[in-house]
Nanobody, 117 residues
């Protein structure tokens, strides 16, 4: 079993920054893909950014130039540096771990980010 634990959410003013972190534990294999998704009230969960264990990243258009995803394979961690935050970034952010070959997928419990205008 794999467990993902997020941290770093909170309340920030528009234009501010936050850093989210996620630690994965359990039976984790390489290669894998870790990432962040978010779900705003009344909306579907959407991709924010992903990064492979070979450090290839993919960001949603809405966060390009503002958010940076990174990971540490040795520590099984993934982080999301969020700069120039906007009120529309307000959501619950979820950490995700999966495999490109269609293996199991795991989710964290979510961390709330609120950006005030």
């Amino acid at each position: 079993q794999v467990q993902l634990v997020e941290s770093g959410g909170g309340l920030v003013q528009a234009g501010g920054s936050l850093r989210l972190s996620c630690v994965a534990s359990g039976s984790i294999f390489l290669p894998n893909i870790m990432g962040w998704y978010r779900q705003a009230p009344g909306k579907q969960r959407e991709l924010v950014a992903t990064i492979t264990s070979l450090f290839k990243s993919n960001n949603a258009d809405s966060v390009k130039g503002r958010f940076t995803i990174s990971r540490d394979n040795a520590k099984n961690t993934v982080s999301l540096q969020m700069n120039s935050l906007k009120p529309e970034d307000t959501a619950v952010y979820y950490c995700n771990l999966g495999y490109s070959n269609g293996g199991p997928e795991y989710w964290g419990q979510g961390t709330r980010v609120t950006v005030s205008s």
